[in-house]
Structure formats: C-alpha cells, structure tokens
C-alpha cells in the first residue's frame, strides 16, 4: 500500500485546483484500508487503478442494526461474513492477508470511530494493485482491503413490497462467472438485468439459470411457500451462497415451518402463495406480482413472511435471546 499511497499523494499536489473531498454529507469521517482507520479524504489511489483491478476485485455486504432500548449496534452474522469474503479471496486466488478476526476488528474499530448510531451498511472489499493491466488483472497477490460504512436505514416491518419479472438474462454460472465468488464483476449480470426490469415497469428482476430453473435476484436470493411448504433454489443453482438465505432457513425450522430446497420453475412462482426476496440489503423483502401475476393478494405480504418478519427484526436487534450469538455487539 505504501506505493499506492505515494502515488495518491503525488496525484494530489498535482491536482490542487480539485478538493479531495466526497459530495457533501454522503462521507464518513473514516474508513478503514488494509489495517488502519483513515481520514475518508486521503484514501486516494493513483488514476490508473480505476478500472482493471475491479476486475478482480470481491467483496461483502454486511448490515448493523442499532437497537435503541439497549443503545446498542449490532453487527449481524459478522464471522459468516469474513469466512464467505475469505472463500471469494481464495477463489480469487488472492494470498491470504488479514485472517478474519482482523478484519473483524477493523470492521467494529471503524464503527466505533464514526460512532455510528443509526442502521449502517459495511462494505469490506479486497482488491489486488495495478501492476498488470488488462484481463489478467494481478493474482497470486496479497490484496488491500477497504472497509466503509454508511448509514442505512432498515426497511424491515415498513410494509414496503416489490414487483419483479423474470429476467431475459440469464444467471451467470459457475463455469462462466460463479455466483459463489462474491466478485465485482458479477454484478455486470445484476446490473443488465436491474435496468431491463425497471424499463419494463418491475421493481426487480428475477434471474433464471442456465438450465431454466429460479435462480435469484439481482443482489438476493428468491423463496416462494406453497401450501404451508418453504421453498428455495439450493446452492448449486448459479446463486450466492446467502447469509440471510441460510438465516431464513433456520429462523423457519426453528418456527417448526417445513422448508425445502429444490430446484424451482417460474410457473411455481406465478401460483406461488407467497414470494419473497432475502439479503443483506434486501433484508426479507415481499414480491406481491411477478410478471403481472398476482402473489396472495397481489398487494401486501403473507401470513408466513409477516411471521418471519417480525423473528428477524429482533433478531438482528439483539433483542431474541435465542439467536444472540449470530450478532456481534458493537459499544
Ligand atoms: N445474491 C446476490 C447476487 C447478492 O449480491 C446477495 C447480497 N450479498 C445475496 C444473494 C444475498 O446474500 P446475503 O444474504 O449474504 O447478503
């Protein structure tokens, strides 16, 4: 980093006329790069980086929830998170750097230096340098690894739902791009398929697979529940392999709600009962007509999404004892 950072450095006397500074009020005091907090404006690398590295570069999504009766954040399923950003370095083939329990630390050394307060989204993403340029993008390199913050208020008991199509793109598969690799540039895939949907008047897509089976949404993964049963594409239907999707899962065993994983088709969808989408940022998210085809009502969310809901807010509250140890207390 020390490189990089000179050549930052470099970039910036060089171009005083443009402040170094994000859009106002959308920065964070700190972020944290490769072992230490840093001020949010002199993490700057040199303008050949921009591009290329991307290419190679993975990275997660994490969610911390404040809970305001005990004046406590909550990280939530914090080590599932670094042990899945471990898999896609390794898949990367990225050098180990950081062991997760660093980066573990850096994580909640950073929330404490924002004093974070409010629900917040954190993004650590490990990236290899610029010094091969092109499709061949470094490897075997031990990457930098840049975590940032920001607020990002929770949508869960809201009453909020989403449209969704079926997408004319297909999921990328694991021979092609695997979706297991929690790799920037798979979200080129989520990307074309988020922008289709929305043209054609959907909230958002919902992919299918290479072999024309459910796959999952763009940034999410996709449930349906028929006749009491939960079900859910597995994990070698060319989705990520979800932290919430595996929540969901428990939370419903755990309720004594049957749930099964099989590959699904997008008829089962337009009978489907319910639907609904699952993620870090989706959260548990209701689809209440897919492809114009009304799901329960057509208009609110089910009676089983309604009960997972309520579980999974206090869940990642902290606040249901059963589950304490899936968060990771920040003050
Ligand atoms: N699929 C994709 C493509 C995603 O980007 C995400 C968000 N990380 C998910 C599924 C949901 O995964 P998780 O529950 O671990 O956030």
New binding site residues.
Partial sequence: MAELKANGAAQATATTARPQTAPAGASPPYLWLTGQLTPWAEATVHITMVGWPAIGAVFE?IRAYWNAEQGQLYVFRLPE?LS?FAQSMKLMRMLPSLTPEQISAGLVELLRANAVREDAYLQPLAFTGGQVWGSRAAADQVPEVLITSRPSPSGLLSGRTSTAGISSWTRISDNVMP?RI?ALP??AN?RLASHEAQRNGYDQPIFLNTAGKVA??????LFMIRDGIVITPPTTAS??E????ASVIQLYRDMGVEVVERDMDRTELYVADEVFF????MEVHAVTKVDGYDIGDGKTSGPLLNALERTFNDVVRGADSRYRGWVTAVH
Avoid at 242 to 245: G, L
């Fill in positions: 999504g998170h899945r979706p929690k798979n979200y989520s999952e949404g763009p940034g999410s993964c989705i990520l979800s932290i919430t999707r699952c993620g870090t940022a």
